[in-house]
């Protein structure tokens, strides 16, 4: 029987359930009804009388609005796996500063422009979107040489095609594409976006609040895969996140996300806004393969390296599973980029559009590690242009082994590795960087998907609730030189490139829980690698299958807002 007879079929089953007068059939829930194949599943939710919304053929599942009694019948099929379907948020933020007069730095600051003046604008790379769609203006819509640069647009919400049908009432969409993308120029004549040149596709699965849902994301998500060939699509930029509610091979947004990477597309997504405290990441950001984003800031002095520092804000590991994340941290405070007046953000936060007069009022600074995605995102689109043939897993090994470490004054890294995993981005050194074999050593992600193996990180936890880093052996690392390594709320140079990025997973469950000080961070030295792999065999404290979700109603979406850094 074809898909499309099932459907019809479930479709059918659903009228006549509530035509029979179900009392408990009026009041319902989204749920997400996963199996071995979406068919089943198809037939499954018909024959409880469900409705189905539509099919999530990335991860062999559908999207369904189910009762409490279809609820409970389906959930005793073992062929099935429910997940509530929850809501996500978008990440960015402001507050007033007492220097208003805020100037482009992002470009500069990560050496992007000599990039640009080497001919590496992102050209033939395109990146997508998965955010709150976009506004037509002429800085994001068009490249450096004023042809069209984006390609497509697809609304997941309303199951619409077209450029025109992703626009953005929110705004943060807009501004994310425009720090990645923006082909305007600033004052002194560079580009303000990083990969000006880079195509764009624009896929809008939040709404006007910035709020989405699982369903509605992951249907993006199929949505990029099924188009990534047409559209040449090699980047997925994800400012948005939920708390983690399970282990990341058991949440069905994370699993969307590792089919993405597994089909060769770099995903790049933020950390979250709930720093500084300790495994606050977000989901998909806590997915081990891909590449999770901090963010820094400049502290209003561009042309003062000294004073830089980790954003309060920036969420911060380890994961609940013990991977270290995130895995570098990139400009993130007070950036700017396009923004119009009408938008949500707009109307709220008018104080911080025309930047005091300054490239004019379609642009606006905000705050946020979703900021900080975007600029990584726009610097992998320059990886690519220059190294077509990179694979996501070198890609991330690049950015991670030419990072720099913020330094404190003893000469010891001043943020632990949770903080501010490898360091800071410098675009021009990962592009140049010939080190392409130091990432996700040790994981397997066609096991991870297909259940036979799970796994973990070196992070663990002491009994007095401290986090570490083991070595191979198991034994600890101290705290670094020079300091705790734990402060965000000083200066330091970001300087001393370190790589760390080889992971490998370990054999014992800890239990971990929100709420730790933690006192010394683990330090990690020049040169020292993480080389074997070892398949996850404890379960995790929440038991088999993860902790159950609530029913709709958990917000899943663009990153909180948070105060201007």
């Given at each position: 029987m074809s898909a499309k007879s099932i459907l019809a079929i479930a479709l059918l089953s659903s009228v006549i359930a509530g035509c029979a007068g179900d009392p408990g059939s009026a009041a319902k829930e989204r749920y997400i009804v996963r199996a071995a194949n979406a068919s089943i599943a198809l037939r499954e939710v018909g024959a409880a009388g469900g409705k189905v919304e539509f099919e999530l053929p990335v991860i062999n599942a559908v999207a369904a609005d189910l009762d409490a009694r279809q609820l409970a019948h389906l959930r005793t099929l073992t062929a099935l796996t429910i997940t509530a379907d929850r809501r996500a948020r978008i990440a960015g933020t402001t507050k007033e500063v007492a220097n208003s007069a805020v100037q482009p730095y992002v470009v500069e600051h990560i050496g992007a422009n000599r990039l640009h003046a080497a001919g590496i604008t992102g050209r033939g790379v395109t990146i997508a979107f998965l955010d709150t769609g976009w506004w037509s203006q002429r800085a994001v819509q068009q490249d450096t040489a004023g042809h069209q640069a984006v390609l497509q647009g697809y609304d997941a919400i309303g199951d619409t095609l077209g450029a025109g049908a992703a626009s953005d009432a929110y705004g943060h969409g807009t501004h994310i594409l425009s720090i990645a993308t923006n082909s305007a120029t600033a004052e002194d004549g560079t580009y303000i976006g990083v990969a000006p040149d880079a195509s764009r596709v624009i896929v809008r699965a939040f709404d006007k609040n910035g709020a989405g849902s699982y369903s509605n994301t992951i249907r993006g998500i199929n949505w990029i895969l099924a188009n990534a060939a047409k559209y040449h699509i090699r980047i997925v930029n994800m400012s948005f996140g939920a708390a983690p509610q399970s282990a990341y091979w058991d949440d069905p947004l994370a699993q969307a996300v590792m089919k993405l990477w597994q089909a060769g597309i770099v995903v790049v997504a933020s950390a979250g806004n709930e720093g500084p405290a300790a495994q606050t990441i977000d989901v998909p950001g806590n997915v081990p393969y891909i590449i999770t984003v901090g963010a820094m800031t400049d502290n209003y002095t561009p042309s003062d390296p000294t004073d830089d520092r980790l954003a309060s804000f920036s969420s911060t590991g380890p994961t609940y599973e013990g991977f270290v994340k995130p895995e570098i941290v990139a400009p993130g405070g007070h950036v700017i980029a396009v923004l119009q007046a009408s938008s949500t953000i707009g109307k709220k936060h008018l104080a911080y559009l025309g930047t005091n007069g300054y490239l004019g009022s379609s642009y606006f600074y905000m705050s946020g590690t979703s900021m900080a995605t975007a600029v990584v995102s726009g610097?992998?689109?320059?990886?690519?242009?220059?190294?077509?043939?990179?694979?996501?897993?070198?890609?991330?090994?690049?950015?991670?082994?030419?990072?720099?470490?913020?330094?404190?004054?003893?000469?010891?890294?001043?943020?632990?590795?949770?903080?501010?995993?490898?360091?800071?981005?410098?675009?021009?050194?990962?592009?140049?960087?010939?080190?392409?074999?130091?990432?996700?050593?040790?994981?397997?992600?066609?096991?991870?998907?297909?259940?036979?193996?799970?796994?973990?990180?070196?992070?663990?936890?002491?009994?007095?609730?401290?986090?570490?880093?083991?070595?191979?052996?198991?034994?600890?690392?101290?705290?670094?030189?020079?300091?705790?390594?734990?402060?965000?709320?000083?200066?330091?140079?970001?300087?001393?490139?370190?790589?760390?990025?080889?992971?490998?997973?370990?054999?014992?469950?800890?239990?971990?829980?929100?709420?730790?000080?933690?006192?010394?961070?683990?330090?990690?030295?020049?040169?020292?690698?993480?080389?074997?792999?070892?398949?996850?065999?404890?379960?995790?404290?929440?038991?088999?299958?993860?902790?159950?979700?609530?029913?709709?109603?958990?917000?899943?979406g663009i990153n909180s807002w948070v105060a201007q850094e």
């Open positions: 610097t992998v689109a320059l990886m690519l242009q220059a190294q077509p043939y990179l694979t996501p897993d070198q890609v991330k090994c690049k950015l991670m082994s030419s990072a720099d470490p913020a330094i404190g004054a003893g000469g010891g890294v001043a943020y632990s590795v949770f903080q501010q995993g490898a360091g800071e981005i410098d675009a021009y050194a990962a592009v140049f960087n010939t080190n392409t074999a130091c990432a996700n050593l040790g994981l397997n992600i066609a096991a991870d998907l297909n259940g036979t193996a799970h796994f973990g990180g070196p992070a663990n936890q002491d009994s007095n609730g401290n986090y570490y880093i083991m070595d191979m052996n198991g034994s600890t690392w101290g705290a670094p030189a020079g300091g705790d390594g734990l402060a965000w709320n000083q200066g330091y140079a970001w300087s001393r490139g370190y790589a760390w990025s080889r992971a490998y997973s370990w054999s014992s469950g800890y239990t971990w829980s929100r709420g730790y000080t933690w006192s010394r961070g683990s330090g990690w030295t020049q040169g020292y690698t993480w080389s074997r792999g070892y398949m996850w065999s404890a379960s995790l404290p929440w038991g088999s299958g993860g902790v159950s979700l609530s029913p709709a109603g958990q917000t899943t």
